[in-house]
């Protein structure tokens, strides 16, 4: 034990102005209350130390710091009560010190050893500035002062972390510094001081430091006496894997030099030799297959081992994907004295120059997820006891290891979504395969191009659900709130003629009726309604604010005037329908297309127009690996059917929530032969290939009005299915279908056969239509 006064901040530590002082009174107190309670040997004990205390007159007044070496058979007595009885003195870090001061008067060897290391010992360097630990002793001291005098407790540590490099090894070292505060008491001088419990709680729950506490309760009006017990435990090898910890959750860190670097210490620390390095080497697939890592975790060794520079892509991959069938632990003291057949990959080590060699393949829920290489350079080694040392950091790593994989997939997926469009699961893997040779080839600085992504040989299937005489809805729906902004405008003005009686105002009432008239006969050119416009937007507000302020007692009647000429009440009422429909249809397929991808994977996209399209196209080219038949098309085409009428019922019963009505109608256009599909990056889409194929486009393109041959009738009319074909062969597949709905009643009985008429580069079209069969009324 020693008796050494010891300012453990090296005199680096703020001021703390506080009428504080050593004192054994608090701690007499506790040896009298124990030994009324204490029913063992220990009671003796206790006794025998508060004779001594009783016999000295040190229980009764205040002791300097200086001198406490004077009572070095009482110290030990307090140290002999108060130390834990299965620790030993050498291993023990156990001290006294003044209370809310860093100055230490007695401990053990152990204590003083780790303590002097922040004084004068040119060999620990201390991370953490003065500033940092006066706020710990503030927020130490007032959550005592609280508890004690305000029974308000704040949930601050007792103990504090003193952070520092060993310059020796450069590496950090960590010790938590525990400072018991039973033995020091506090009083008042005077009135306590009424303080906001309310509001202190609100100011720390928020964040606010313990700096208002300053204001509030001047430290001069308390009194400390007593001494603080202290313990201090080496926790670097606890630090170092929060350290690791703190990288993990900083998860747009992972790719960035400096965090692997801290990783990299942190598990150099774990072990406490920096001449031990390490490498990471994380597992990423692309379509399951092994890839190369851009970044290298740590020395490189594993990069440079099964990297690029020595694979090529293909064998990488071979290579890996063994590793992976059959993950193995290597380690060998001395590589150069393995000389088994199945390890000849050493070689590859050997000539980097590596001495010491542990492999660790990293998992991560069962799943390989990388491997961490522990090595020496040149003469330097180190034993299997080193190793275990690592256990604690294991699964940080392997969380480490599986956000980087995480990351490395959705930098996959951001360049599909860049340079592509939102890909679907059907074809993402092709989409996969492009953006990493994009990604590899940009990493490399290779030429970057654009791999083209083709399907040949698909199926397609095509869809629109119309919302019925949009177009002219919506000329009605404008026409109707033109019309009502004149009815108001005119009535306003011609209220305008009692307060002024001039040809302006007449000739405004004029031009109104004017416009009233060529919007009952109907005369209205698309010139003529932006001429029209102009004239309610523009001429008419600012003549009705001109007479607002010529006239103060117009200003209502003009305001009210205005606010309905901004609105456009027929217009909203169609858009709010159409917003209803669309909605719902939309809501309808993505409920569906989940399901379509059972049968067999398909691609499906759908697009909105006045209502809203899909197409979709399935053969084999999409999913290669699972074999593609007739019946997956057939399915599809059932599908087609069902969801038409599904939709029609929904649409239907949209009917009374619909401001404006509006009906949907069901087209399907049939297309028996497979086509050639490619990805457009340009418009970042889809699109046909082939001049035969393009002909499918152009028909899909001109159907929507076609009209039976020989009438004004449009083909697509309300509650019912329309099938636009252009061989009766073509639609083989749905007649079955169709008899199976009509007989299980979804259908209604009718079927019509039409012929359609002949469009621009189009002709002999033919149809098939069915009735829906809906529920009454609306």
């Not at 150069?336 to 590596?354: A, D, P």
Request: hydrophobic share 40%.
């Amino acid at each position: 034990m020693q008796t050494t006064i010891l300012d453990v901040s090296g005199n680096r530590a703020q001021p703390l102005a506080i009428d504080a002082a050593i004192s054994f009174e608090p701690f007499i107190t506790w040896l009298k209350r124990r030994i009324s309670e204490e029913q063992t040997v220990k009671a003796r004990m206790y006794a025998a130390t508060l004779e001594e205390f009783e016999a000295s007159d040190i229980g009764h007044r205040d002791i300097a710091v200086e001198d406490t070496p004077g009572y070095v058979k009482q110290l030990e007595y307090v140290y002999a009560c108060l130390s834990p009885a299965m620790r030993s003195e050498e291993t023990l870090a156990w001290g006294l010190s003044f209370p809310f001061k860093p100055i230490t008067f007695y401990g053990t060897d152990q204590l003083y050893a780790l303590l002097g290391q922040r004084g004068e010992n040119t060999d620990y360097e201390v991370s953490r500035k003065p500033a940092d630990y006066h706020l710990d002793r503030l927020q130490l001291l007032y959550s005592f002062l609280l508890q004690r005098l305000y029974n308000f407790f704040v949930p601050v540590k007792r103990e504090q972390y003193h952070a520092g490099i060993n310059k020796n090894t450069g590496l950090l070292q960590y010790y938590a510094v525990n400072f018991n505060t039973d033995f020091v008491e506090v009083t008042a001088k005077g009135p306590l001081p009424e303080i906001d419990m309310g509001q202190l709680y609100t100011h720390l729950s928020e964040g606010g430091g313990f700096e208002i506490l300053e204001e509030m309760l001047p430290l001069e009006l308390f009194r400390f006496r007593g001494f603080f017990v202290i313990t201090v435990t080496d926790v670097t090898a606890q630090k170092a894997v929060e350290n690791i910890q703190k990288v993990r959750l900083s998860r747009t860190a992972l790719v960035a030099e400096k965090s692997f670097n801290e990783v990299i210490q942190s598990l150099k620390s774990l072990v406490r030799n920096s001449k031990i390095e390490f490498d990471l080497f994380p597992f990423l697939r692309v379509n399951d297959v092994p890839v190369y890592s851009f970044e290298k975790g740590g020395t490189g060794i594993l990069f440079e081992v099964w990297g690029e520079d020595r694979l090529t892509p293909e064998e990488f991959g071979r290579q890996a994907k063994a590793f992976a069938s059959k993950p193995i632990f290597f380690f060998s003291a001395d590589i150069f004295q393995v000389t088994q057949k199945e390890y000849s990959f050493l070689e590859h080590f050997r000539k980097q120059g590596v001495k010491s060699l542990g492999l660790m393949p990293i998992f991560y829920a069962h799943e390989l997820v990388g491997i961490m290489a522990v090595h020496t350079w040149g003469d330097d080694t180190f034993d299997d006891k080193t190793l275990a040392l690592l256990e604690p950091a294991i699964s940080p790593i392997a969380q480490l290891l599986q956000i980087y994989i995480e990351e490395f997939n959705l930098e996959i997926e951001n360049v599909i979504k860049e340079k592509f469009t939102s890909i679907q699961p059907a074809v993402q893997w092709k989409f996969n395969e492009a953006a990493w040779h994009y990604l590899y080839n940009t990493k490399k600085k290779l030429p970057v191009t654009i791999q083209n992504i083709l399907f040949e040989q698909v199926y397609p299937l095509y869809g629109a659900i119309d919302i019925r005489n949009s177009t002219v809805e919506r000329n009605k729906a404008i026409i109707a709130d033109l019309d009502s902004h004149l009815s108001i405008l005119a009535a306003t003005l011609d209220s305008l003629r009692q307060y002024q009686q001039n040809d302006l105002l007449k000739q405004m009432i004029y031009r109104c009726q004017q416009w009233q008239q060529a919007i009952l006969q109907q005369q209205l050119s698309p010139s003529d309604e932006n001429e029209l416009n102009r004239f309610l937007e523009v001429e008419a507000v600012e003549y009705l604010r001109h007479i607002a302020i010529q006239f103060p007692k117009t200003s209502e009647a003009i305001e009210s005037c205005l606010e309905s000429l901004a609105g456009e009440v027929n217009k909203a009422a169609l858009e709010a329908s159409m917003q209803l429909i669309n909605g719902t249809v939309n809501q309808y397929f993505e409920s569906e297309k989940n399901k379509l991808q059972e049968s067999y994977p398909c691609y499906f996209e759908k697009f909105r127009t006045d209502g809203v399209e899909y197409d979709i196209y399935i053969g084999q080219s999409i999913s290669p690996d699972k074999p593609f038949s007739h019946f997956h098309l057939k399915n599809l085409r059932l599908w087609q059917l069902s969801s038409m009428v599904t939709i029609a019922g929904l649409t239907h019963g949209l009917l009374s929530q619909m401001p404006r009505e509006l009906h949907t109608t069901q087209l399907i256009f049939v297309h028996n032969h497979p086509i050639d599909i490619s990805f457009r990056a340009d418009e970042r889409k889809f699109d046909v290939e082939g001049a035969y194929n393009i002909r499918y486009q152009m028909i899909k393109k001109r159907i929507d009005k076609v009209h039976i041959r020989n009438t004004e009738e449009r083909l697509t009319q309300p509650d019912k299915i329309a099938l636009i074909y252009s061989d009766r062969k073509d639609v083989e597949d749905y007649l079955p279908f169709i008899r199976y709905l009509q007989d299980t009643g979804v259908l209604l009985p009718e079927m019509e056969e039409l012929e359609l008429e002949d469009l621009q580069g189009l002709s002999g079209l033919q149809a098939i239509r069915m009735g829906i069969t809906l529920p009454s009324g609306k």
